[in-house]
């Protein structure tokens, strides 16, 4: 008996747990037990957003993901970020009448009518928009903002080139008789020569006759100076004159000539010398080497000063003129600059790299820049007064270029703007700006990311997109409070 009536006892109790999960579960579809307070659908303490017309938060939502919508603050289900509120339109339109401040539409860029803010322009229509962000959420992601001035610009231009030889100061050694090399004096490639230093000795049968016959010339005029015929005299001088202006013209030199003349005796060989300084970059002479007009004997370079030959980008290429200063510097010798000028450019691009070569020319009297050494080439080349604004205000989305304008109390306008040359940081601003206007440096991708949430919220009201506010968080204590007054417990 006791068996059986613990068995019982068992099977009620199990009954009786079934019976309270079905109500407990399915309570609230039963008519008469659906009436019983904790078996109603809804909760006595739950949060729920108040959406009345006074601006309190409509909903939280994530800057990275506008699509998250929730009644509740919290992080991201996404990303993890914090939700950050978002208010009620009335609150956006209360604070901007009360500041003065116009609002644009924000439903496109491609839509609505403002006054023209470029620089000295007459009115007309340009694409705008506007919207807030909270200045205290403004502090948190550190924006920094500059004004549009009118800035003395400079554009610097760096390029890295190759030096070389100075093609207008290498000389080529060459007789113009044929003959015997006599004597070698300067015997090896690169050899450093003055101007004026022997190089070789030559034996020619043409040179020794035309000495024999300019001292035969000197002695006939000597005879028939005092002649009593005046054509005689004449044709003694011509003689003198001719034969002289061979040897001239075959490089013999002025104190050669004089030699001969104060000796009376030829000359088996005769000696050349160097016409310039430099170092011999090629040698093709041996002794009892036999030579003729067309043989080259020495190649004589001057390194005294160097050519140096860059590439300039093709935008850059109109800015370049012939006779601008240009530094140069090379790795073998940090902390040292050398200083020339453009000499020439060419006239044409290398279709290859769409670049166009530029040729600076450098002193260079300590030797110190050597042959086919790389340097890096600064040009600062001054592009006057512009309207201008610092480079990094600037968005390049491709087509269109965009600043966010500052126009206080936390509203920013998105303004399209035609910019010209970069110079110096800067950008000269052609249309879309006037001086004195504040624009966004820092923090620009942010404020970008920001204004498209905005617009994607708008999206999903019925109100105007501008309209739309975002605040980071309140802006004291004080707002705090009433904010979390706001959320009703039901």
């Avoid at 140069?328 to 200083?339: C, K, Q, Y």
Wanted: aromatic share 6%.
């Amino acid at each position: 008996m006791k068996n059986k009536k613990r068995k019982l006892t068992i099977s009620i109790l199990i009954a009786l747990i079934v019976i309270l999960l079905i109500v407990f579960n399915y309570g609230h579809d039963i008519p008469l037990v659906k009436n019983i307070p904790h078996i109603k659908g809804e909760q006595e303490h739950q949060y729920i957003p108040v959406m009345n017309n006074e601006g309190e938060i409509e909903y939280w939502t994530c800057a990275m993901h506008p699509s998250v919508r929730l009644n509740d603050p919290g992080i991201c289900p996404v990303c993890g970020m914090d939700l950050v509120p978002v208010a009620k339109a009335q609150e956006l339109k209360d604070e901007h009448n009360a500041s003065g401040t116009e609002m644009d539409s924000m439903k496109s860029m491609n839509s609505g009518e403002t006054k023209d803010m470029s620089s000295g322009a007459p009115e007309q229509e340009h694409r705008s928009s506007v919207f807030r962000i909270n200045p205290r959420r403004q502090q948190l992601i550190n924006v920094k903002t500059e004004p549009v001035e009118v800035r003395n610009l400079t554009k610097d231009i760096r390029t890295v080139g190759k030096v070389v030889l100075d093609e207008t100061k290498i000389e080529h050694i060459h007789t113009k008789f044929s003959g015997w090399i006599d004597e070698v004096f300067v015997d090896f490639t690169w050899e450093h020569v003055k101007k004026g230093d022997p190089l070789f000795s030559i034996y020619s049968p043409d040179l020794l006759s035309t000495q024999e016959e300019y001292l035969i010339a000197l002695k006939s005029k000597k005879i028939l100076v005092d002649s009593e015929f005046p054509d005689i005299s004449k044709g003694s001088e011509s003689l003198v004159r001719a034969t002289r202006n061979r040897l001239k013209l075959w490089d013999v030199s002025e104190d050669q000539i004089r030699d001969i003349e104060r000796t009376g005796k030829v000359k088996k060989s005769i000696v050349f010398h160097s016409p310039i300084t430099g170092h011999v970059s090629e040698k093709n002479t041996f002794e009892n080497q036999y030579v003729e007009p067309g043989t080259l004997l020495y190649t004589i370079a001057d390194h005294s000063t160097v050519w140096i030959n860059a590439d300039v980008y093709e935008d850059e290429i109109p800015l370049v003129k012939v006779g601008q200063e240009a530094t140069l510097t090379v790795d073998s010798l940090p902390g040292e600059e050398f200083h020339g000028k453009v000499k020439f450019v060419w006239p044409h691009l290398m279709p290859e790299t769409r670049t166009g070569k530029v040729r600076f020319e450098f002193p260079n009297p300590d030797l110190k820049l050597l042959p086919e050494m790389f340097a890096n080439v600064d040009l600062q080349i001054p592009v006057g007064k512009k309207l201008s604004v610092t480079d990094s205000a600037v968005l390049r989305t491709g087509k269109n270029n965009v600043v966010f304008v500052n126009k206080g109390d936390g509203f920013m306008e998105i303004r399209k703007v035609e910019i010209g040359r970069k110079a110096g940081g800067y950008y000269e601003v052609l249309r879309g700006l006037k001086e004195g206007e504040i624009v966004v440096s820092r923090a620009n991708f942010l404020i970008d990311a920001e204004s498209k949430l905005q617009a994607a919220v708008a999206a999903w009201n019925d109100g105007d997109v501008h309209d739309v506010t975002i605040e980071s968080e309140p802006e004291d204590k004080g707002q705090k409070g009433n904010d979390m007054q706001n959320m009703h417990m039901h």
